[in-house]
């Protein structure tokens, strides 16, 4: 744990007690923090009495007694409209913080100029912390992982200057983080999403911007205008990263399964890694490269990290084989955006999809059928999707994962292709059959080992 001293003394309002939540409320009391919590849950609420702490309805308190309110990044603080914690907060004329803001304070108290590394992006942020956490401890680094993935960031060890923490962070948390520093911010990229909760993508931009403007080294995808666009904006150390044929000026490219230097300098070869195929993954390896040579690591260090990267859960996981056929579990593809990522990593696919369809369907991944031997489509998309493939890629309607599984298989188990491939990328939310994208995979992992 990262004892919150800042607010020693003092009284503080905290709103959301989910585990990041629940972390921040003992962070705070260990530093020595009156801490008067509340969440709209009743459950949330009682957990936390549970455990011993004080929990009272914020809405029957003074605030001009509160120093400050933590709020959780789940609780909306612009759009589409601020929750009733943030106007009471703003009519007392306390600030509203998040637990990241927290630590960056107990970090410049401590602390200052311990080894943080900050990343964020639409797509590709969890694999990318993973990575860069992983090849720092295969190396024999101390290192500190969490944030938006894993562990809450004041459940970890407290900052030190032999201490690397590796932190994922989403849009709603770093709009809370005022005073974020990190040694090394990373921008993977930004696409449209969460402008429910941001209103524009111009404002989630902006957001994400905020993350490399506090950074002593930034390191940016530029491979799409907004992040093109933040990276013009950098006025200290810069590495950008492209993905293609060049190497911009000052940064890395990443192609063909491998990433260059600025001179095109071979630095990494990427083929054979399973945990990193694909062009979105050669981008993840050339910014964590990136990130890790800052830090000092040498070249040997880097390749023996990356080549042992055992990847994450649910995200392109390579979760057996069944004669030539491959399995792989994507469950966490909830958008056509990312299962695009999936779908151009691979030949000769046997696709799994459907759920709770998202805005836009599957149509933009259209240009990618002809990688698609066949179609099997589950929940309540299927009707959606269907019209969709129809006449471009052959489909079943097989209505459960578990018919769609023993179907795609037996379908790969006669292709004669090299490798078949039985994809699980449902471009989807889970919630129409599942408990959400975890339960999802862990029940596709499940049948394809049934099926040994």
Not at 300 to 323: D, N, Q, W, Y
Not at 403 to 427: F, G, H, I, K, Y
Request: proline share 5%; hydrophobic share 45%; glycine share 10%.
């Amino acid at each position: 744990m990262t004892p919150v001293t800042t607010f020693a003394g003092r009284k503080v309002a905290l709103f959301g007690l989910g585990g990041s939540g629940l972390a921040t409320l003992k962070a705070l009391r260990a530093g020595g923090a009156d801490v008067l919590a509340w969440d709209d849950s009743p459950e949330s609420a009682a957990r936390a009495r549970e455990q011993g702490f004080t929990v009272s309805d914020l809405r029957d308190t003074d605030w001009s007694e509160f120093a400050a309110l933590v709020l959780a990044p789940g609780v909306p603080l612009t759009h589409p409209a601020p929750h009733w914690t943030v106007d009471k907060a703003r009519a007392a004329g306390i600030e509203i913080i998040g637990d990241i803001e927290l630590f960056c304070r107990e970090r410049a108290r401590i602390a200052p100029g311990a080894p943080f590394v900050a990343i964020t992006g639409t797509n590709g942020k969890s694999t990318t912390t993973a990575l860069v956490a992983h090849i720092l401890a295969r190396a024999g680094r101390d290192v500190q992982m969490g944030g938006n993935i894993g562990t809450a960031i004041l459940s970890l060890a407290p900052p030190s200057p032999d201490r690397i923490h590796v932190i994922e962070l989403s849009s709603f948390q770093i709009d809370l983080t005022p005073s974020l520093d990190p040694s090394v911010g990373v921008l993977l990229n930004v696409t449209p999403d969460h402008l429910d909760r941001h209103g524009t993508l111009d404002l989630y931009a902006g957001i994400k911007a905020r993350l490399i403007a506090g950074s002593d080294l930034a390191v940016v995808g530029i491979d799409d205008a907004p992040s093109r666009a933040i990276a013009e904006s950098v006025t200290g150390a810069l590495v950008r990263v492209h993905v293609g044929a060049t190497s911009p000026e000052g940064g890395l490219a990443a192609r063909d399964g491998a990433v260059f230097e600025a001179d095109g300098a071979r630095i990494a070869d990427l083929d054979g890694i399973g945990t990193l195929r694909g062009a979105h993954n050669w981008q993840n390896a050339a910014v964590a490269i990136a990130a890790v040579r800052s830090l000092g690591l040498d070249a040997a260090s880097i390749l023996a990290g990356l080549r042992t990267f055992p990847g994450l859960p649910h995200r392109m996981e390579e979760v057996g084989r069944r004669g030539r056929a491959l399995f792989v579990n994507d469950s966490k593809a909830t958008n056509a955006d990312s299962t695009e990522k999936a779908l151009t990593a691979f030949h000769d696919i046997h696709w799994i999809l459907g759920g709770k369809a998202k805005a836009g369907g599957i149509e933009s991944l259209v240009p990618l059928f002809g990688r698609v031997a066949h179609a099997y489509l589950i929940g309540a998309a299927s009707d959606a999707f269907a019209a969709t493939l129809d006449g471009r890629v052959p489909y079943t309607r097989c209505g459960t994962l578990d018919v769609a599984t023993r179907a795609a298989a037996d379908a790969a188990a006669r292709s004669s292709a090299s490798e078949p491939v039985v994809l699980l990328s449902p471009a989807c939310a889970s919630y129409d059959q599942f408990r959400s994208f975890e339960d999802r995979g862990d029940q596709f992992r499940a049948r394809v080992k049934a099926l040994a």
